[in-house]
């Protein structure tokens, strides 16, 4: 249970900073991240793929901290 709410919070917080950045980028004047797709789009592409990489990462740390005891 506790693990779900870590990677729940985790995963809002990554989400809200990529979108915040794509915010600052559109409003700044830059235009498309990728051509040919919409900034939302990338937007949500780059916040699963941060989560899912500290995702794995804090998993490892996790697994290797109880396999120890």
């Not at 498309?32 to 797709?37: A, N, R, T």
């Not at 990338?42 to 804090?58: C, D, K, M, Q, T």
Request: proline share 0%; no cysteine.
């Amino acid at each position: 249970m506790l693990l779900e709410i870590v990677n729940d919070t985790l995963n809002q917080v990554v989400t809200d900073v990529v979108n915040t950045a794509v915010a600052v980028h559109e409003a700044t004047g830059g235009g498309q991240i990728i051509k040919g797709l919409d900034n939302g789009i990338v937007g949500s592409l780059l916040s699963l793929l941060i989560a899912g990489v500290i995702r794995h990462f804090e998993k490892r740390k996790i697994k290797r901290k109880y396999k120890k005891d």
